[in-house]
T-cell receptor
């Protein structure tokens, strides 16, 4: 596609349920990033992919969070046993290659845990 | 310690006037990059402008310019001739080579909410 696409755009889930968030990066972009933005805050780095591998998982807040990327393209961020503090906007970004900085963000998935 | 500081939670500017959004950063690296993003109410992060630490000239992109003062570690965004559509959150970010920066990871400030008045 022309831009980074994220789905769903909004997700409301009950506490304790698992959720999957999807990101389709720009075609050909090898680097993919997940960020979390809580209300009124800046962006918090979660995880980075180079191709299908994730050399930097340092930002994942707990072992309930995991992510994978297949075919060097689509990525899924999974949150298990969701908690209310997981409520945030989850943003995905891609760039042509690492080190070029991040130029292209998706519109995000707004997750609300009730 | 906070790496990116944006001291203005909110700013107002009159349409057609210029406005400066402040950003200071903290790094011990010599090689780094500074970015500004715009986030309208739709939520998308829109890349505006980039300044490399070794760039001798201030970056400019249309109505956006970056006032880069390396010794002061500041990278203020200047928007000239403000338009109503400029109303949004603005985030300053830094890429640091030794902090995952070789992978392009960015550290973001908390943002400044700009409101343009007609």
């Amino acid at each position: 596609g022309a831009g980074v696409s994220q789905s769903p755009s909004n997700k409301v889930t009950e506490k304790g349920k698992d959720v999957e968030l999807r990101c389709d990066p720009i075609s050909g972009h090898t680097a993919l990033y997940w960020y979390r933005q809580s209300l009124g805050q800046g962006l918090e780095f979660l995880i980075y992919f180079q191709g299908n591998s994730a050399p930097d998982k340092s930002g994942l807040p707990s072992d309930r969070f995991s992510a994978e990327r297949t075919g060097g393209s689509v990525s899924t961020l999974t949150i298990q046993r969701t908690q209310q503090e997981d409520s945030a906007v989850y943003l995905c970004a891609s760039s042509p290659h690492p080190g070029s900085g991040i130029g292209f963000f998706g519109q995000g998935t707004r997750l609300t845990v009730v | 310690a906070q790496k990116i500081t944006q001291t203005q939670p909110g700013m107002f500017v009159q349409e057609k006037e210029a406005v400066t959004l402040d950003c200071t950063y903290d790094t011990s690296d010599q090689s780094y990059g500074l970015f500004w993003y715009k986030q309208p109410s739709s939520g998308e992060m829109i890349f505006l402008i980039y300044q490399g630490s070794y760039d001798e000239q201030n970056a400019t992109e249309g109505r956006y310019s970056l006032n880069f003062q390396k010794a002061r570690k500041s990278a203020n965004l200047v928007i000239s001739a403000s338009q109503l559509g400029d109303s949004a959150m603005y985030f300053c970010a830094m890429r640091e080579p030794n902090l995952g920066g070789s992978q392009g990871n960015l550290i973001f400030g908390k943002g400044t909410k700009l409101s343009v008045k007609p």
